[in-house]
């Protein structure tokens, strides 16, 4: 074994010396980070950080010509004979003369258009020349907070004292990851990471990945949260506007235009910055170019950069990306981020021979040893040297990870943590002992708290305890939950105990049992914090209810990629409850309506009796072309945007206490997101269901729809409620379809519009349709403002929607409210 060490040491020890290293500095001697280096007619290359210090992996000794490039300056062509390892190479370089000839330059022939035109023109020929590959990676990723609070909803953040510094700023994350790429256009990928490391992680599993990096300006439209479209798109001119502000020429007198891109309207998913095209290719040499959060609909973000270098190659004759930076700017109320992407990709073999067979499902996997790799490793292959901070934190969090694992340092922890506050009592408690990984939980009553007309004020809570298994990614959770209603005098309690047995296929066992207060459709159609406002303020008690006394096991399991099954066997009785109640916060003569969701007016008769019914349900969910990552702590399901998923589920009622209360029912249902780049998305949901042998089944197990009587939206997408129906109009034992569409023009039309787009909103449309026999058909259409809101914060939906039923019915106006979903 010793031997074994020592031979590794020493490998790794020549495979550190097989480098070229060096700094680059401009004429003042400021380092210059993102330099582009490569060596002459290879894929070998490299970046500086941001110290203009790099790291070129070579391997044998011999005479090198390497290339460094960087945009604004003088190409440098350095010719070297290299006898031994490590070599040093500094580089000094100068900013390149850029010139503009005299051009008339007018509103029909500006010479930027001409060459975009060509460019966009030669996008098929030059995105060809990369549609088939293998090459090696190399990612590193790092946050940084700045002005990061000292307590968060009053609780002090340990771990995070230990990152920053006195002004508050440190390093949230830092990782970078080594693997082995083959790519085959449109959408093919596959990436195997031979090496992972992550600062302050024992794991050290990273997230970053090549697909993620995938960012293709030969393409129409960027992956980003709105499609952006690219500078040389086939509809590029309606979107950019392009000035040609030089020319310059490479080492290889290749005539390089500078031509920088503004957006016509700063509120479209449009660049701004500069793109770099070679003259006759039209290929890319370089992007420069920065985009604003709004602009993609991502608030939080106050602007993206994204660079990247292109290196040519005499023997293949085009230009291949070498070399990525992303970076991005955030703030969330005070605190401050940052970020860094740095991608860097070598050794192409642009022909690989790759077949379907090359790809599959699984598009991203580890190799075994990928987090135990030495420092040695590291110094080896790292293509960017670290800079001081990074080496810092690397250090500093390795040495904290150590020390955190230890009981010592995790009771302490614990003891800071675990001190019980007289708030704790509405908000919730916790008390860890992390060591043992076991978890007691006190879930407070602010989230419980409400008012209805059966029970008048409630309020109930949870306990709960959870032993984790951090290495099999596993938990047992032992919990209860009770609510006691004042009106109605009545106390309920519930029990559950849920093991989870793995993370790759989700294998989770629940059981549960007790009494409980259940709304008669499922999908709880009106929330909590809605009825009680409805009720209490203005009478209006929408929400109908009724007691369940319940036993059942649950089983979930994906049990092939992309199947997931859901297992449920129930047995339950039921009762019927009664108003008990007339209490409200404003007064006014109007009463309420009895809980009987049939009769209104009828207080006194019930309207079901009181029963017991097994049920046993089924449910398939099948997500086709779904894609993974394999990690060893896990299985991450990645959704393929280009085919529906599907829902089958099969449900049967039996043994209850009288047989006309056995049933079966059978429903099918289909979701599908179709995107339509910058102009926007159609989302649908549409559902398809049938009773069988049900005449005489009570009105819990009826299929009920979700209407809406408040005019309050909580969802982000009004994909599955009729938001003018009434709620239980509709309920049926028999066959029935539904189906919701909706579009969403993600600011393609509204940011067109003079003052509209000042909004920064979304146009939505929709419509929605309910079919069931012997009734006509009931449908609603809807137009409507998502997005809207002050500077980040936007929870804000207004729509305006009318609803059909041999004709019109009645109108009304939505006002969507989705920060209650955090509430409720």
């Not at 993609?296 to 993206?304: G, K, Q, V, W």
């Not at 945007?641 to 449900?651: A, G």
Request: with cysteine; hydrophobic share 35%.
């Amino acid at each position: 074994m010793n031997k074994l060490l020592i031979l590794c040491t020493f490998l790794f020890t020549i495979a550190a010396q097989s480098q070229i290293r060096g700094r680059v500095v401009d004429q003042n001697q400021q380092p210059l980070p993102f330099v582009n280096i490569t060596i002459e007619n290879t894929y070998n290359g490299t970046t500086s950080n941001d110290n203009g210090e790099y790291v070129l992996d070579v391997k044998d000794a011999g005479s090198y010509t390497i290339i460094f490039q960087y945009l604004g300056f003088k190409t440098v062509r350095i010719k070297q004979t290299i006898e031994r390892f490590p070599h040093t190479i500094d580089i000094a370089m100068t900013e390149e003369n850029i010139s503009l000839n005299e051009v008339l330059i007018s509103s029909k022939d500006n010479p930027a258009n001409a060459i975009i035109k060509s460019a966009i023109a030669a996008r098929g020929e030059n995105s060809s020349q990369m549609s088939n590959y293998k090459a090696d990676f190399y990612s590193r990723g790092m946050f940084r907070i700045k002005n990061a609070p000292r307590r968060f909803l009053g609780q002090k953040i340990e771990l995070l004292e230990q990152i920053v510094d006195s002004s508050r700023s440190g390093i949230l994350y830092l990782s970078e990851t080594v693997s082995k790429i083959q790519y085959s256009k449109p959408d093919k990928f596959k990436e195997t990471i031979i090496a992972s490391r992550v600062s302050g992680s024992d794991n050290g599993f990273s997230f970053n990945n090549a697909a993620s990096a995938n960012f293709d300006f030969y393409q129409n439209y960027l992956p980003f949260a709105v499609s952006v479209i690219s500078p040389i798109a086939s509809n590029a001119f309606n979107y950019y506007n392009y000035k040609l502000e030089g020319t310059f020429f490479d080492d290889d007198l290749h005539q390089i235009n500078k031509i920088r891109v503004t957006p016509k309207r700063e509120s479209e998913p449009a660049f701004n910055g500069y793109i770099y095209i070679v003259e006759n290719s039209w290929a890319l040499y370089a992007v420069d170019l920065r985009i604003k959060g709004s602009q993609i609909e991502t608030n939080a973000i106050e602007s993206l950069s994204l660079k990247q270098n292109f290196s040519y190659n005499k023997n293949t004759q085009f230009w291949a990306k070498n070399s990525q930076v992303l970076d991005f700017e955030a703030g969330i109320l005070s605190i401050e981020f940052s970020g860094r992407f740095t991608y860097v990709y070598s050794n192409y073999n642009f022909e690989p021979n790759l077949t379907k067979k090359d790809f599959g499902p699984e598009v991203l996997s580890f190799d075994s040893d990928a987090n135990k790799k030495p420092e040695d490793y590291w110094n080896a292959k790292r293509p960017i040297p670290l800079t001081i901070e990074e080496s810092t934190d690397y250090k500093k969090k390795d040495a904290l990870q150590i020390r955190r694992k230890t009981k010592q340092f995790l009771d302490s922890i614990d003891r800071r943590s675990n001190k019980f506050k007289v708030l704790d009592i509405v908000t919730g408690y916790t008390f860890s002992n992390s060591f043992e990984n076991e978890y007691w939980r006190y879930d407070g009553i602010l989230t419980t708290t409400s008012f209805n007309t059966v029970q008048g004020y409630n309020a109930g809570s949870g306990l709960s305890y959870t032993k984790r298994n951090p290495e099999k990614q596993s938990f047992t959770t032992i919990g209860t939950d009770f609510n006691y209603g004042i009106a109605e005098d009545r106390f309920r309690i519930s029990g559950y105990i849920t093991r989870k047995f793995n993370n790759v296929s989700d294998l989770q066992l629940t059981l549960a049992g007790g009494s409980s207060i259940l709304q008669f459709n499922p999908e709880n159609p009106i929330s909590r914090i809605v009825n009680g406002i409805a009720t209490a303020f203005f009478k209006n008690n929408y929400m109908k209810l009724y007691d369940r006394t319940f036993a059942k096991i649950n089983y979930a399991e994906e049990v092939a990629n992309g199947l997931v099954i859901n297992g449920q066997v129930e047995y339950s009785r039921r009762k019927q409850l009664f108003n008990n109640t007339e209490e409200s916060i404003i007064r006014n003569d109007r009463g309420y309506t009895s809980n009987n969701p049939l009769a209104p007016n009828d207080f006194t008769t019930p309207f079901f009796d009181t029963h017991s019914l097994f049920q046993a349900s089924v449910e398939a969910r099948i997500s086709f072309g779904q894609q993974y990552w394999s990690r060893p702590d896990g299985k991450i399901n990645i959704p393929n945007n280009n085919f529906p998923v599907i829902y089958l589920k099969y449900i049967q009622g039996f043994g209850g206490s009288e047989k006309d209360y056995d049933y079966s029912q059978a429903e099918a249902r289909l979701t599908y997101d179709i995107d339509l780049k910058n102009k926007g998305t159609v989302g649908m949901n549409i559902k398809a269901g049938k009773f069988f042998n049900a005449d005489d089944i009570t009105f819990v197990d009826y299929k009920h729809f979700n209407g809406n009587q408040t005019h309050i939206g909580q969802s982000d997408r009004y994909l599955n409620v009729f938001n003018l129906l009434p709620y239980y109009v509709a309920s049926t034992n028999q066959e029935y379809t539904e189906a919701h569409f909706e579009y969403s023009d993600d600011g393609y039309f509204t940011n067109k519009i003079p003052l509209v787009n000042l909004l920064r909103a979304n146009l939505v449309i929709g419509f929605h349709n309910l079919t069931l026999p012997n009734q006509k058909p009931y449908s609603e259409a809807s137009v409507g403002l998502d997005n809207l809101g002050f500077g980040k914060v936007r929870f804000f939906r207004i729509d305006y929607v009318r609803s059909y039923q041999s004709g019109f019915q009645t109108d009304g106006v939505v006002f969507g409210l989705k920060f209650l979903n955090i509430l409720n």
